[in-house]
C-alpha cells in the first residue's frame, strides 16, 4: 500500500503565525519579557502542534472494509480500520476520507458522502470507524484512496496521510415497497409450483420418503435417523421430497424507446422511464426472492444472456449485480421475444408504454409508468405509507 | 462522551480565568467583580435546567451599547488604547457567553480570552497576573486540545446530517469512536504537550535577543519607578505612593529593637532650594569619580587613616536606581563586579554611574563617626552651605522666634563656634517640636487641596494656612523654619522602614518607605538627621501590619520581588549568564553573534542613507532571498525527480540542462496521470506506455500519446523543442487534466 504524508497550508495557522509575528515585533519593540513568554509559547505551540500530528499520522494504518453492493436511496456505511502503530503515542482527532477518484464509476458521482471520524486510536490499538455514504444512483462505484487527516493538538497544522486503496461496490437500484396483492394476483395465473408463500418453504422438505445422508450441521433433530444411526455409529439423516418453489422470469424490456409515447405527460425522459423500470425490475425481484419464489432474470436489449432461475442469496445478489450495472449509454439490440417452454411465471416491464408481444401470452406486463400506484414507496424511506388501489396491472390476455 | 461533554465547563473556565487575568493586570477590582459575576452567572443561566440564551437582537443592542461606549472611553482617554480595546473584548466576552454556543462561538471565546491576555501582558508585569496567566494557560491548553475534539465531532455529526437525503432524520446519531484509556492516555497526553511546551516557551523565551537594563517594573530601560526622587516639587506630587513593591533588602544592620529606630537611607540631599516649592541637588565641583575593586572594598574617604567602628551593610537591589544608598555616613563601597560610581564628599552620597544593573552592593558606613573620620570622608572640602533661593517673609521669622520661645531656646544663636554646633541642634529639634504635637495634620492624599498662587510660597501655605501635608512639606517647612533663624539645614531624601525580619536580619524597604527628612549642621563636617514628621505616623506608615499574615506576605512580597527581578526584569546580561550556565562559549557566542548581525544592519543600513526604512527593505530583501532560496530548492527537487523518473543520470553538460529545462512537461504528465490512478511503470517506455493507455483509457491516450511524441522528440531528436512545441506541451497537458477533472500540480 502506497502512503503519501503531506503537510498542509491552513487558513487558522497562517492567521495564528500572523498573530505570533505580531507578538514578537510587540515583545521586540517594548522588550517586555511577558510578551516574549507569551511568543514562546506561541512557537511552542506551533512546532508541537507540527511535531504531535505528524509522529500520529506515521504511525497509523487505514484499511477499508466495502460491502459488496449498496442500495440507492440507503445509507452504506463504510468500515475503516483504524490501526496504530505507535507503542507509546495516542493519537486523536482522526478523520478518515475518500479521495476524489476521477472517470466512470467514480463514486463521488454515485453517492453523497460524510467522513469518518475516529476520536482516539491507543497504541498498538484497532477501531473501527465508519462514514455514512449516501448512494444517488445505481452504478459500480470505484473508490481510490483514502485520505487520513488531523489537527490535532492545536489546530494549526494539518497534516495528511494518503493511503491508496482502490476498490468497487456496487450501488443496486432503488427498491420500493411493491404491494402484496401484485404477487398475489400473478401467482394462480402462472407461477408454477405450490401456492405462493410469504415464507420460504420449510427446509425439512415434504413428507415423501427420498433416501438418507450423513448429518450436516443444521439439520433437524426431527430430520436424525436415530435407530439407523445406532447401527452405523454415526449421525444420518432422512431426507425427503422437496416440493418445488413457485417459479417466476422478470423480463426487463431495455430495447430502446419506441417512437409512440404514452402520452404528453409521460413524466419523465426515455432514460428516467428505464431507470423506473429497472427499480421497478429489482423491486419484483427483491419482493419474489423474500417470498421464497425462484427468480431468473432476462433482459431484452442489453447484452446480457438471460439468467437462470434459481433461489439462494447468492443469486439474488447476481440478479441485484445485473441490473446494477446495467449501462444505459451502451449501444442496444432489438428485442426479441424470449423463447423455450420454461414452466414459469413471467413478468415484463415495460419502461414505457407495454409490449405485449414480448412476453408469453399468459405474461404479466407491468409499465415503469405504474410504479407509483404498484408500489408503497421506495425501501428504506421514512414516509407515511399511504393506501393504494389493487394492482392495476395489465394482463395481456 | 465524557470527554466531550467536560468541554464547555473547561472553555468556561479558561475564558473565567482570561476575564480575571485582565482585570487583575489592569488592578480594576471593580471591573472584576462586576464581570466575574456576570460571567460567572452566564453558566447557571446558559447551562442551567432552563438553558435560557441571549436572542440574537438582544445581543446586537448590547453590542451596540458597548461599542460606543467604548468608542466614548477611546475619545476620553486617547492614551489608555489597548486597556480601552480589552475592555471591549471583556464586554464581547460577556455577551457571548450568554449567547447560544456552537463551536464558532467556543473558539470566539477563547479568541478573545487569549487577546484579554495579551493586552494585559502588554500592560502588567505584575506577579499576580502572571499566576493567573499560568493558571489560565493550564486551562487553556486543556481547553484548546478538547475545543479539536468537540469540534471534530459537531463538524462530522453535521457532515453526516447533510449529506443525508432528509436531512439527518433518517441518520443514528454520531457516536464517537475511542479506544481502551482515553481519559488517562489524553491526561497524559496532555501532560507531554504541556511539558514540551514549556521546554520550547522557555528555550524560546532565554534565546530571544534583548536589550540591557530592562526595568524589573515596567520591563523597559526608561520610566522607574520606586517612590525614591532626588528632587522635589511640592506644587507637583499630590499623592504619595502607598505601593508595596520591594525595592531593596539590606542586611547587617541591627534591628529597630524596642526603642523603633528606623532604618534610614539616604539617597539624595537636597540642598538648594528654588523657590516655589522646587527643592534641587546643588552642582558641585567636588564630586569624585571611582570604581570599585572586586572583592575589596573602595574606600570613599580621602584614605589618610583607619575609621573604626564600622559596619558592613549588604543591599540586594531589586529594582535598579541610580543612587547607591547608605546609612550615615558611608566610609568605602563594594560590589561583585567593578563598576563605577560618583562620590560627592560634601553631602556624603553616592551616585551609581554604570550602565549595567547593579544588583547587589556592600557599603561600610560609620555609625558614630569622629570628627577626624567626617573629615577625611569629606576629602578636606568645606561642606557646601545650602542654598535657600528665596526670601522668607517676616511671619515665618516670627513663627521660628515663637517656636523657639515655646521650646525654651533662645532665639540668637551663640557665639562661641562649639555652643552655636549644639544651639543649631537644640533649635531645629525646638522647631520640630510643633510638628510633632499635632498642629499640623500628615495626610499623604492632597489631590483636593488648591495649589498656592504663582506668587505664594507651599511652604508659607503649608505653615499658615493648609497646615496639612505629606514629609515632604514637613521637612520643607521645618528647613525653612531653620533658615530664617540662621541655622543651615538641608532636605535629604531616601527611605525609612522599620520593617525587620528577625529570621533572616533583613530590612524590607518598600516604595512606600520613601521619605524625606531634614539634616542640620551640627559639625564642622558632621549633619544630624531631624525628622518633622510625627514619629507616631511615622510609625504606622513604615511598620509592617503586625496581623497574623503578615509572614506571608512578606513572603509574598519577595516572591514579587524575585519575580520582578529575574523575570520581568530579564535582560541581555542575564541571558548571557543563563546561557552561560549551559556551555560557558554561548555565553560569548550568542550575543556576538546577534551583535554582530545588528551590527552589519546597522553598517548596510547607513552605507545605503535609508534611514529606519532602511529595516523595512532589508526585511522584504531577506523574504525575498528566503524566497529565492525555497524556489532554488525546489528547482533542485524538481531535477532530481526528473533525472530518476526520466533515467538521465548518464547524461552530463548541456545536454543534461537541456532536459531538464524542456522535458518537465512529461513528468508533470506523469505526475497527472499518476494522481488519477494511471501511474506509469518505471520499467515501461514511454511509448509502450502510452499505447497501453490507448487500450485502457482510449479518452486521455490521445493526449498522452501526443505528448509522448514530444517527449521523444526533445530526447531523442537531437534538438532542442522550438517555442510553439514548448506551448503545445504546455496546452496538451492542460488538457489533460481537464480531461481527468484534475488541474496540473
Same mark, same amino acid.
Given at each position: ?15 495564528? !503565525? ?39 499520522? +506515521? ?25 496504530? +502503530?505507535? &507503542? ?11 479521495? /476524489? ?79 402484496? &396483492?401484485?404477487?398475489?394476483? !400473478? ?28 448429518? +450436516? /450441521? ?38 430502446? /424507446? ?73 449501444? &442496444? ?44 414507496? /421506495? ?19 | ?26 488592578? @480594576? ?8 459575576? #456576570?460571567? %460567572? ?43 480601552? #480595546? ?172 524596642? @526603642? ?23 552642582? @558641585? ?75 547587589? $552592593? ?21 561642606? @557646601? ?39 543649631? #541642634? ?130 509574598? %512580597? ?66 525575498? #532571498? ?74 486521455? %491516450? ?8 514530444? $517527449? ?34
Amino acid at each position: 500500500m502506497t502512503v503519501r504524508y503531506r503537510y498542509h497550508l491552513h487558513v487558522p495557522g497562517l492567521v495564528y !503565525v500572523g498573530l505570533a509575528m505580531l507578538v514578537g515585533l510587540a515583545a521586540m519593540n517594548r522588550q517586555n519579557n511577558l510578551l516574549f513568554a507569551v511568543l514562546g509559547v506561541m512557537v511552542a505551540g506551533l512546532l508541537l502542534s507540527g511535531i504531535v500530528s505528524g509522529v500520529m499520522l +506515521r504511525r497509523l494504518r487505514v484499511t477499508r472494509l466495502l460491502s459488496q453492493h449498496g442500495v440507492v436511496g440507503r445509507p452504506l456505511v463504510v468500515r475503516y480500520l483504524v490501526t496504530n +502503530r505507535g &507503542r507509546l503515542l495516542p493519537a486523536f482527532d482522526v478523520h478518515v476520507e475518500e479521495r /476524489p477518484v476521477e472517470g466512470p464509476g467514480a463514486w463521488g458521482r454515485l453517492m453523497d458522502a460524510a467522513p469518518a471520524w475516529v476520536m482516539h486510536v491507543g497504541p498498538g490499538e484497532t477501531v473501527h470507524g465508519e462514514a455514512m455514504f449516501w448512494p444517488r444512483r445505481r452504478g459500480e462505484a470505484r473508490f481510490g484512496a483514502i485520505r487520513v487527516w488531523t489537527t490535532f493538538p492545536f489546530g494549526l497544522i494539518r497534516k495528511s496521510a494518503t493511503f491508496d486503496q482502490p476498490q468497487h461496490t456496487l450501488i443496486c437500484p432503488r427498491l420500493y415497497a411493491l404491494q402484496r &396483492r401484485v404477487l398475489d394476483a !400473478v401467482g394462480p395465473h402462472g407461477l408454477a409450483g405450490v401456492k405462493v408463500s410469504p415464507r420460504p418453504p420449510d427446509p425439512s422438505g415434504g413428507d415423501d420418503y427420498w433416501g438418507m445422508r450423513d448429518y +450436516r /450441521p443444521g439439520d433437524g433433530m426431527r430430520q436424525i435417523a436415530w435407530k439407523r444411526s445406532a447401527c452405523m455409529d454415526t449421525l444420518v439423516v432422512l431426507e425427503r421430497t422437496t416440493p418445488a418453489p413457485p417459479r417466476l422470469r422478470v423480463i426487463l424490456n431495455l430495447a430502446g /424507446p419506441r417512437p409512440e409515447r404514452a402520452g404528453p405527460d409521460h413524466g419523465g425522459d426515455d432514460a428516467d422511464l428505464e431507470e423506473r423500470a429497472i427499480c421497478l425490475a429489482a423491486s419484483i425481484i427483491h419482493e419474489a426472492d423474500h417470498r421464497g419464489i425462484e427468480i431468473g432474470l432476462t433482459m431484452l436489449g442489453a447484452p446480457l444472456p438471460p439468467l437462470p432461475i434459481r433461489h439462494s442469496h447468492w443469486h439474488r445478489e447476481k440478479l441485484m449485480a445485473a441490473l446494477a450495472a446495467i449501462d444505459l449509454g451502451a449501444p &442496444r439490440a432489438a428485442p426479441r421475444r424470449p423463447t423455450g417452454t420454461e414452466r414459469a411465471g413471467q413478468i415484463v416491464v415495460h419502461p414505457d408504454r407495454v409490449q405485449p408481444e414480448l412476453g408469453r401470452p399468459d405474461a404479466w406486463h407491468f409499465s415503469a409508468r405504474q410504479i407509483d400506484s404498484i408500489t408503497d414507496g /421506495p425501501l428504506g424511506w421514512a414516509q407515511p405509507v399511504e393506501p393504494v388501489d389493487p394492482p392495476a396491472a395489465e394482463p395481456a390476455a | 462522551m465524557k470527554l466531550l461533554r467536560r468541554f464547555p465547563l473547561v472553555a468556561f473556565a479558561t475564558v473565567l480565568l482570561g476575564i480575571a487575568a485582565f482585570c487583575v493586570a489592569y488592578q @480594576s477590582v471593580g471591573l472584576l467583580l462586576v464581570a466575574g459575576v #456576570l460571567a %460567572a452567572l452566564s453558566w447557571q443561566v446558559t447551562e442551567g435546567p432552563r438553558g435560557r440564551s441571549l436572542p440574537q437582537w438582544a445581543a446586537n443592542v448590547l453590542l451596540v451599547a458597548v461599542v460606543l461606549n467604548v468608542i466614548v472611553d477611546m475619545a476620553q482617554n486617547p492614551a489608555d488604547l489597548l486597556g480601552a #480595546l480589552g475592555r471591549l473584548c471583556l464586554w464581547l466576552t460577556l455577551i457571548k457567553l450568554y449567547q447560544r454556543k456552537t463551536p464558532r462561538d467556543h473558539a470566539q471565546l477563547l479568541g478573545l480570552s487569549v487577546i484579554m491576555i495579551l493586552l494585559g501582558a502588554v500592560h502588567s508585569g505584575d506577579l499576580l497576573f502572571a499566576v493567573v496567566c499560568i493558571l489560565y494557560a493550564i486551562a487553556g491548553i486543556q481547553a484548546v486540545v478538547l475545543f479539536r475534539l468537540y469540534a471534530a465531532h459537531e463538524a462530522t455529526r453535521r457532515a453526516r446530517a447533510e449529506s443525508s437525503p432528509e436531512g439527518g432524520r433518517l441518520t443514528a446519531s454520531l457516536e464517537p469512536v475511542f479506544g481502551r484509556h482515553l481519559h488517562g492516555q489524553f491526561r497524559a497526553l496532555v501532560g507531554v504537550i504541556g511539558a514540551g511546551g514549556i521546554v520550547v516557551a522557555t528555550l524560546v523565551f532565554l534565546v530571544f535577543p534583548r536589550e540591557y537594563g530592562l526595568d524589573p517594573v515596567t520591563g523597559i530601560g526608561a520610566g522607574r519607578r520606586t517612590g525614591f526622587a532626588d528632587e522635589i516639587n511640592l506644587t507637583g506630587a499630590s499623592r504619595i505612593t502607598s505601593s508595596r513593591v520591594l525595592v531593596m533588602i539590606a542586611r547587617g544592620y541591627p534591628g529597630p529593637g524596642k @526603642s523603633g529606630q528606623p532604618l534610614r537611607l539616604r539617597g539624595a540631599v537636597l540642598d538648594r532650594y528654588e523657590g516655589g516649592g522646587r527643592w534641587r541637588v546643588q552642582p @558641585s565641583n567636588v564630586r569624585w569619580f571611582g570604581r570599585t575593586d572586586p572583592p575589596g572594598f573602595t574606600l570613599l574617604s580621602d584614605g589618610s587613616g583607619e575609621i573604626e567602628g564600622t559596619a558592613d551593610l549588604d543591599f540586594e537591589v531589586l529594582v535598579p536606581q541610580p543612587t547607591i544608598f547608605s546609612v550615615y555616613a558611608p566610609v568605602a563601597l563594594s560590589t561583585a563586579d567593578a563598576r563605577d560610581f560618583i562620590y560627592d564628599p560634601r553631602s556624603q552620597t553616592i551616585e551609581y554611574a554604570d550602565t549595567d544593573r547593579l544588583r547587589h $552592593y556592600t557599603v561600610r558606613i560609620a555609625p558614630e563617626p569622629t570628627d577626624a573620620d567626617l573629615k577625611r570622608l569629606v576629602r578636606g572640602r568645606e561642606p @557646601s552651605e545650602p542654598v535657600m533661593a528665596w526670601t522668607p517673609p517676616e511671619r515665618v521669622h516670627e513663627l521660628a522666634r515663637q517656636w523657639l520661645a515655646e521650646g525654651g531656646v533662645p532665639a540668637v544663636p551663640p557665639d562661641d563656634p562649639l555652643e552655636r554646633w549644639s544651639w543649631n #541642634l537644640a533649635a531645629a529639634q525646638a522647631l520640630a517640636r510643633p510638628f510633632h504635637a499635632g498642629q499640623f495634620e500628615y495626610d499623604t492624599d492632597l489631590r483636593d487641596l488648591t495649589l498656592p498662587a504663582p506668587d505664594r510660597d507651599p511652604i508659607v501655605q503649608f505653615l499658615f494656612e493648609t497646615r496639612r501635608g505629606h514629609c515632604e512639606f514637613f521637612a520643607s517647612a521645618l528647613a525653612a523654619l531653620c533658615d530664617s533663624v540662621g541655622i543651615p539645614a538641608r532636605l535629604v531624601t531616601g527611605y525609612v522602614t522599620l520593617e525587620f525580619d528577625p529570621g533572616d536580619e533583613t530590612y524590607l524597604v518598600r516604595e512606600s518607605n520613601a521619605h524625606a527628612w531634614v539634616e542640620v549642621r551640627t559639625g564642622p563636617y558632621r549633619w544630624r538627621a531631624v525628622d518633622p514628621t510625627p514619629p507616631g505616623m511615622l510609625r504606622a506608615l513604615h511598620t509592617p501590619p503586625l496581623s497574623g499574615t503578615a509572614r506571608f506576605r512578606a513572603w509574598l %512580597a519577595r516572591l514579587e520581588a524575585s519575580w520582578r527581578n529575574e523575570f520581568i526584569a530579564f535582560d541581555r546580561r542575564a541571558q548571557q549568564r543563563v546561557l552561560g550556565a549551559f556551555d560557558p562559549r554561548l555565553e560569548e557566542r550568542i550575543p556576538r553573534a546577534v551583535e554582530s548581525v545588528a551590527a552589519w544592519m546597522r553598517r548596510v543600513n547607513r552605507s545605503f542613507y535609508f534611514g529606519p526604512a532602511g529595516y523595512i527593505w532589508m526585511g522584504i530583501v531577506a523574504t525575498a #532571498l528566503v524566497i529565492a532560496i525555497i524556489a532554488v530548492a525546489r528547482s533542485l527537487r524538481r531535477g532530481a525527480r526528473l533525472r530518476s523518473a526520466l533515467h538521465l543520470a548518464h547524461l552530463h553538460g548541456l545536454e543534461y540542462q537541456r532536459m531538464l529545462r524542456q522535458l518537465g512537461f512529461y513528468m508533470d504528465m506523469l505526475g497527472v496521470l499518476e494522481r488519477h490512478g494511471l501511474p506509469k511503470p518505471a520499467w515501461q517506455p514511454p511509448l509502450a506506455y502510452a499505447r497501453r493507455m490507448a487500450g485502457e483509457r482510449p479518452g486521455p %491516450a490521445k493526449i498522452v500519446g501526443e505528448l509522448t511524441e514530444l $517527449y521523444y522528440e526533445a530526447r531523442y531528436g537531437r534538438r532542442p523543442l522550438d517555442r510553439e512545441s514548448q506551448q503545445r506541451a504546455r496546452a496538451l497537458l492542460e488538457e489533460l487534466a481537464r480531461a481527468l477533472g484534475g488541474r496540473v500540480a
